[in-house]
């Protein structure tokens, strides 16, 4: 064993097994190892030492952590950074596949078709990281992988990193370059300090230029010599050197090489659209139908051909299903073929189901609080109401096994309507409790139908019956029967993501669970770390697909599972960058429907209305771009607004000037932050977070020092509030029975056991501002009760049908009013305010815009405004052929 081996090794004990070296380059020794935690192969690189020393640790992980934001199809993910023993590392995905550095030393010059292919998939992952403002230094072919019959940048941000750390340093002292001679610009080998994008585009002019040549323009002599020649000479033409060539694609190429950074292609963009004109070997203006998805914009998916390493390639785990160990780990299993965008209404398009005979899409469109089902053929047509019913929220529609019904979700009760036309029928009955049905699917002979209700799976007969309990599982819904009939995978936890409304979409750990019929055996299958979503099983019963963010964005993974329902291996992901909210497969396998779903939320603030309501359409935007800000919250001192955002991946906490400004992170956990609050002295700060795995409570001291866990149950507390003296803090557990727990810290700065203080709520807790009473809401009425003993009190119910339901409670400074937060029956928001002393409320805003809503129940406010979030929510959906080797 060597040193840097035995010393990583022991340094990530617990988090990382290595397996051993596999590499080794001008920057970094690569070993390959398994991440622990996800189950995964992951290849983590090692700086070199005498680098490492050089550039520091500090500003090193500092610099990188700009490449662990980049999500794209094309770019290998930076998965985690950090220092161990006196080693600086960094983790990516584990890809087995080659480099484009050996596919050269094996084969020689490339295909001119493969070759513009590419050049189009590498250039489209700069445009990108162009676009965040990150260049990748050192584009070689070293530097890009192919898996399956796609490119892979990697490194991506680490020449960056290296170069930014390293400011001010003798290179040469470290005996490095930072770039590699013979692609570096004339710019970058005269170590110009303003070198741009550009650097970049004349690296692929020098990438396409070996991979047609067999070699770049500048070899040979020492590393000085091909320097020189960078700023000096002028290349030979790419066609002395590799006849027949389009002198389209001679231009394009020559173009990139030229010394002064402005006689080039100015942006990635330009020179993809360049590339792409050239999709035939001979150079013909075909362009290549490449659908991009811009990240959190209005869906435009990435390239459906990511999913050619999809469902195939990627497939690289213990335990492979029977079909792909015919093949070699290498090979493809499928190859995708014409992809197209099914629906493009503003709005949402949810839940897709594929006929038995698959020529027809079910599917729920609408917006948050309206929702219907509708068919359309699959090669476009006529779309089809399912039922009359323009009242309801419809979802998560199933074809029967025999394509003349369709089952569906509609006023927490399941439902069966014919797909010619006909009256829909309820098949569930009410209960006495009132739960709502979460799932519904059919099982495989159409008798009978698989019910999910709160943490309860019931089977019930299409024709008669009374349902009977099959297995009992914390909070299910999404629940898919396999084709054999023998097992049922369901999603268990956070059934908000599916069930339409102000928290649709939301992202929470959960876990698939495979239920046994008929005797009811339970099967955990994957781990509650992070969220898996809309199970579907294969043909063959024994492979499992699901949606996963366990590597960052939604994409598809699949899981083989054993005959006694146990998990066989690791799952393998299918698909990178997809963003998919919810999908299907047709029953031959061959095809793929899914949605697309993007959401922002930005926050707004508004003067508090002194006389008549006012409009949500005159705030003023304090934030802006491609997030979801959720959990604000106004700091005691009127200064700040404290939110959530997941506007670099994973939610982090933030803070941002009540007059706008930038907003500052106050937390960069891998892990997510929600629903935080800043103690009344500005010091601490308070949310809660899944790192544990549950929810739980943490208090974070904002000058540097250790992170507080405040409970440790698997109860899933969340949304600390601090009381007014910042000795008390009230929060609620989510899980189950929503209670309200205060937990006190002593004098010393410890932290007690909670007290629960009340059950059945509604929402985030709230102190009076005295700090004698907690108060929250609770069947639309709000109540209050004293934070040691007594009972509680309720300050205002709704009497009449019209009087508004309190979801969402704040107390003015002055404990003279309290606001709180409405959605009527369409899911319309509004803000009331009532006297502490009680009566009437008074509307004090509307928000009328429907195109954007604020749909979540949580708002803030202070002495002078109220603070809120406004939404666009959208969805599509897509076809993706599937062609199988």
């Given at each position: ?167 001010g340093h003798a290179v040469t002292s470290v005996g490095i370059a930072l770039g590699t001679p013979a692609y570096m610009s004339p710019e970058q080998a005269a170590a110009d300090p303003l070198l741009d994008h550009r ?75 360049q590339l792409e004109a050239l999709a035939t070997p001979s150079g013909g203006t075909t362009p290549l139908q490449r659908k991009r998805r811009i990240a959190m914009a209005r869906p435009r998916v990435w390239a459906i ?26 090979a493809p299993a499928f190859v995708i073929g014409q992809s197209t965008q099914f629906t493009r209404d503003d709005g949402l398009e949810l839940f897709p189901s594929i006929s038995p005979d698959g020529k027809f899409i ?524």
């Amino acid at each position: 064993m060597n040193a840097p081996y035995d010393r990583l090794a022991a340094a990530l004990d617990g988090r990382y097994r290595i397996d051993r070296e596999v590499g080794a380059g001008g920057m970094a020794t690569v070993f390959l190892a398994e991440d622990l935690k996800h189950h995964r192969m992951v290849a983590i690189k090692v700086l070199r030492e005498d680098l490492a020393a050089v550039v520091g640790a500090s500003r090193f992980l500092r610099e990188i952590e700009i490449a662990a934001r980049l999500q794209h199809p094309n770019i290998l993910p930076l998965l985690d950074s950090g220092e161990a023993n006196g080693l600086l590392y960094y983790v990516m995905p584990f890809v087995e596949g080659r480099s484009l550095r050996q596919r050269l030393e094996g084969e020689g010059p490339l295909p001119v078709a493969e070759v513009v292919r590419i050049l189009v998939e590498v250039t489209d992952a700069l445009a990108y990281a162009h676009a965040q403002g990150v260049v990748h230094r050192d584009i070689k072919p070293d530097n890009v992988m192919l898996s399956g019959r796609h490119a892979l940048v990697t490194d991506f941000g680490v020449a960056r990193a290296v170069s930014a750390a390293t400011s001010g340093h003798a290179v040469t002292s470290v005996g490095i370059a930072l770039g590699t001679p013979a692609y570096m610009s004339p710019e970058q080998a005269a170590a110009d300090p303003l070198l741009d994008h550009r650097a970049d585009l004349y690296a692929v002019g020098v990438l396409g230029y070996e991979l047609l040549a067999g070699r770049p323009p500048f070899v040979g002599g020492s590393p000085q010599q091909v320097l020189a020649d960078q700023i000096a000479a002028r290349p030979e033409p790419i066609g002395t050197r590799r006849s027949g060539l389009a002198p389209a694609l001679e231009h394009v190429l020559m173009k990139c090489l030229e010394k002064r950074p402005e006689d080039r292609w100015q942006g990635g963009e330009e020179l993809l659209a360049q590339l792409e004109a050239l999709a035939t070997p001979s150079g013909g203006t075909t362009p290549l139908q490449r659908k991009r998805r811009i990240a959190m914009a209005r869906p435009r998916v990435w390239a459906i051909g990511t999913l050619g390493v999809a469902l195939g390639a990627a497939m690289l785990w213990r335990g492979t299903p029977p079909l792909l160990r015919m093949l070699k780990p290498s090979a493809p299993a499928f190859v995708i073929g014409q992809s197209t965008q099914f629906t493009r209404d503003d709005g949402l398009e949810l839940f897709p189901s594929i006929s038995p005979d698959g020529k027809f899409i079910a599917y729920a469109a609408g917006d948050y609080a309206r929702l219907r089902i509708f068919i359309r053929p699959v090669t476009g047509g006529r779309t089809i109401a399912l039922s009359d019913d323009t009242t309801g929220i419809e979802t998560q529609p199933r074809w029967s096994p025999d394509g003349n019904q369709v089952l569906f979700l509609s006023r927490g009760a399941a439902w069966i309507a014919p797909t010619l036309g006909g009256a829909a029928r309820r098949i569930t009955p009410v209960t006495e409790s009132g739960d709502s049905v979460a799932s519904a699917a059919w099982s495989p002979d159409g008798r009978d139908i698989a019910i999910a209700r709160h943490d309860s799976l019931l089977l019930q007969s299409v024709s008669d019956g009374a349902p009977r309990l099959l297995a009992v599982s914390e909070d299910l819904h999404s629940c898919d029967w396999s084709p054999d009939g023998k097992r049922i995978a369901c999603v268990s936890g956070n059934r908000n993501y599916v069930q339409p409304g102000p928290a649709f979409g939301n992202l929470a750990p959960t876990a698939l669970v495979v239920v046994s019929v008929p005797d009811g055996r339970t099967t955990v299958v994957t781990d509650r770390a992070s969220f898996h979503g809309s199970p579907a099983w294969a043909a063959d019963s024994h492979r499992l697909y699901f949606v996963s963010d366990q590597q960052g964005t939604r994409d598809l993974y699949v899981l083989e599972i054993s005959a006694d329902a146990s998990p066989r291996g690791i799952s393998a992901r299918l698909t990178t960058g997809l963003g998919v909210q919810s999908f299907a497969l047709s029953a031959d396998e061959r095809r793929l429907v899914y949605s697309v779903y993007a959401a922002r939320a930005n926050l707004y603030a508004l003067s508090i209305p002194a006389g008549t309501p006012v409009s949500a359409t005159t705030a003023r935007a304090l934030t802006s771009g491609s997030q979801i800000v959720e959990g604000m919250r106004a700091s005691a001192d009127g200064q700040w607004v404290v939110f959530d955002s997941n506007l670099h991946g994973n939610f982090d906490i933030y803070r941002i000037p009540v007059s706008g400004g930038n907003a500052e992170a106050l937390t960069s956990d891998p892990a997510d932050e929600f629903q935080a609050d800043l103690s009344p002295d500005g010091k601490d700060i308070a949310y809660h977070s899944w790192k544990t795995g549950s929810r739980d409570i943490f208090v974070k001291p904002l000058a540097g020092g250790p992170v507080q866990q405040l409970t440790s149950s698997p109860a899933q507390e969340a949304g600390p509030v601090w009381a007014p003296d910042g000795r008390s803090i009230a929060f609620w557990t989510i899980g189950g029975t929503r209670r309200l727990s205060v937990v006190r810290r002593n004098a010393s700065g410890t932290w007690g056991a909670p007290v629960e203080r009340a059950s059945f709520l509604n929402s985030r807790p709230e102190w009076l501002p005295d700090g004698r009473s907690v108060s929250f809401t609770r069947n639309g009425a709000i109540e209050i009760v004293p934070a040691d003993s007594g009972p509680p009190r309720t300050l205002y119910a709704p009497l009449r049908a019209t009087d508004p339901q309190a979801d969402w409670l704040q107390w003015r400074r002055d404990g003279s009013v309290c606001y709180f937060k409405s959605h009527d029956d369409r899911g319309r928001a509004s803000i009331w305010s009532i006297a502490a002393a009680g009566g009437r409320p008074r509307l004090l805003v509307r928000f009328d815009d429907l195109a954007h809503p604020s749909t979540r129940a949580d708002f803030a406010a202070d002495a002078q405004r109220l603070y809120f979030a406004l939404d666009d929510r959208q969805s599509d959906l897509w076809v993706a052929e599937i062609a199988k080797r």
